[in-house]
């Protein structure tokens, strides 16, 4: 038996998920831990304001780079991956000062914010820039095979976060304690990301801005295409965090975003790494082979609903009382909240990492119109709300319902386009 799992784990594949798998999951453990103490330490409302300035980040994070950032993965030449890294971060700082003016302005609108955590909300950009950084730096190491400083950099960083977030609860810094505990989070996670590029760096000091501008036109699809669609597949999500503050208020909110992070836990920590590292490997393999990807998705299909069907009957029949016991009985209702949801992520957890799928099929267009349809789906259902005065649990129950419709439709279109076309 020990042969066979050494057999197993020289597989590049197996030990890449093993990897980033570890990485994560003391991410995840280190993440809800975390919140047993600062589900007591920090108020509904004060959790409902910082989670306001990291949905502004996981906003527009996603996009800072353009999208450049993965092609440098699937660049021809490591010189040529270099030009791309360059582009990448210079994009990405070009990004974070446009969207800088918009959310100064935004502040502006909402003071409350402001009032909470003072100066301290503008770390919010700097955590922005970072962020865009980091997920070029993610696909560099990727590129490298550098699984052991990802995974060093999923952990440490969110061990130093979340502890500083503990520390300056205890001290009562209230808002401004959980946003100066994220950006000194994320610099770290920056430092791991860049280690091995120390090595490279004269190979970046040779990027030039014509060669920039030469990788710039060479994946412009990036931009033009792939961009708007992850935009708006993250979008559809975080627009919700917005919505729900405005309709029922910031303490609300911030009982929501309790059950919103533990959901999300299950996708960050299985899904995403099925995603980068098995399914698309195996996917792409098979697809260069035989026209099509079935096999790859019957398997990982398979994987991933073995995973989520309990999820789902667990989160229904107990989450009120798990949230309750583990977070504070002031915390019941973001258990609440999770029955509510629970379908919507079982499904998600199932559908989200096969979208890759589409890329390999070179359907990236099909995405980006289901993406809108989601988006649409959660402006009506905001605008359904606010015209009837819906409680909270209707626009949940209005959410999950369209949401899962149109993941089903999106995983039956990526069936479709999973069947070999060649002889």
Not at 169 to 181: E, P, Q, R, Y
Not at 187 to 201: I, Q, V
Not at 308 to 316: F, K, R, S, W
Not at 378 to 384: E, H, I, K, R, T
Request: proline residues 3%; hydrophobic residues 50%.
């Amino acid at each position: 038996m020990k042969e066979k799992i050494n057999i197993l784990m020289k597989h590049r594949f197996v030990r890449a998920v093993a990897t980033l798998f570890s990485g994560s999951l003391v991410a995840q453990l280190v993440s809800v831990l975390s919140s047993l103490f600062t589900s007591r330490l920090y108020t509904d409302y004060e959790m409902g304001i910082y989670s306001l300035l990291t949905t502004v980040v996981t906003l527009f994070s996603s996009v800072a780079c353009l999208k450049y950032e993965p092609a440098i993965v699937t660049a021809e030449t490591d010189d040529e991956a270099y030009d791309l890294l360059g582009l990448s971060i210079t994009t990405c700082a070009a990004t974070t000062a446009v969207i800088s003016v918009g959310y100064l302005v935004y502040l502006w609108l909402k003071p409350e914010i402001w009032a909470s955590a003072g100066i301290f909300s503008l770390l919010t950009i700097f955590v922005l820039f970072l962020t865009g950084v980091n997920d070029a730096m993610y696909c560099y190491n990727t590129r490298f095979q550098n699984y052991g400083l990802l995974s060093k950099a999923y952990a440490t960083s969110s061990v130093l976060k979340y502890s500083l977030q503990i520390l300056f609860g205890f001290f009562g810094l209230s808002t401004a304690g959980l946003n100066s505990a994220n950006l000194t989070g994320t610099a770290l996670g920056t430092y791991f990301h860049t280690r091995y590029l120390w090595y490279s760096k004269d190979k970046l000091k040779e990027v030039s801005w014509s060669r920039m501008r030469s990788a710039a036109v060479k994946y412009r699809r990036q931009p033009l295409f792939t961009a708007p669609a992850f935009f708006v597949s993250t979008a559809y999500f975080q627009l919700l965090n917005f919505f729900i503050e405005i309709l029922y208020g910031m303490a609300t909110f911030g009982i929501y975003s309790l059950s919103y992070r533990m959901l999300n836990v299950p996708l960050t920590l299985i899904g995403v790494n099925v995603a980068r590292t098995l399914f698309f490997g195996n996917a792409t393999e098979e697809y260069n082979t035989t026209g099509g990807y079935r096999k790859a998705l019957l398997v990982t299909t398979g994987v991933l609903s073995a995973i989520a069907i309990p999820m789902v009957v667990l989160l229904c029949l107990l989450s009120p009382w798990l949230f309750s016991v583990f977070f504070g009985a002031d915390w019941r209702m973001s258990g609440v909240y999770a029955i509510y949801q629970a379908p919507l992520y079982g499904i998600r957890l199932v559908v989200q990492p096969l979208t890759q799928a589409l890329v390999i099929a070179k359907k990236q267009s099909v995405e980006l119109i289901i993406q809108g349809c989601f988006l649409v789906c959660s402006v009506l259902c905001f605008l359904y709300c606010q015209l009837t005065g819906a409680p909270m649990e209707t626009f949940l129950t209005l959410i999950s319902i369209s949401y899962s419709f149109f993941y089903l439709v999106l995983y039956g279109i990526i069936f479709y386009y999973s069947k070999p076309r060649k002889a």
